[in-house]
């Protein structure tokens, strides 16, 4: 079974990076996201437009599985995404740059889809990549 869901994780962020309807397909309709920098959770509509907002400035975005722990339900997915800045990122104008985000997700599993997901990627080295000031100066 834990080797069934590791797949099922690889598989929705192949699916992902072609196709923004792959959330619809992969999660349940009353799932619960937690993002890194959202106040509370997020429900699947929330988790939506958090993934256009990143595949709006970075169009080209393609995720790469570097590692799995999967135990029972839950899998743990160490990723890599690389990508080119080429929209607005917050308040970030298109930089032309190429930028790595490591990500560690942590996903729940039931009756065959996501019903939870934990994701906490490396913002502050994001922002670097993309040329913002640490704010330690």
Request: net charge negative; hydrophobic share 40%.
């Amino acid at each position: 079974m834990t080797e069934k869901n590791k797949g099922f994780i690889r598989r929705f962020l192949e699916e992902l990076d072609k196709d923004l309807s792959a959330v619809d397909d992969f999660f349940s309709s009353n799932c619960v996201v937690h993002l890194p920098g959202n106040p509370g959770p997020a429900n699947r509509e929330g988790f939506k437009q958090f993934v256009r907002l990143l595949y709006t400035a970075f169009p080209d975005l393609r995720h790469t599985v570097e590692d799995q722990i999967a135990e029972d339900d839950k899998v743990v997915s160490l990723v890599k995404a690389h990508g080119t800045h080429q929209g607005p990122f917050q308040s970030i104008e298109p930089t032309g740059r190429q930028v790595t985000i490591t990500d560690i997700v942590i996903t729940h599993l039931a009756t065959g889809r996501v019903i939870e997901l934990w994701a906490q990627f490396d913002v502050l080295g994001l922002l670097q990549q993309l040329g913002v000031p640490s704010p330690s100066g």
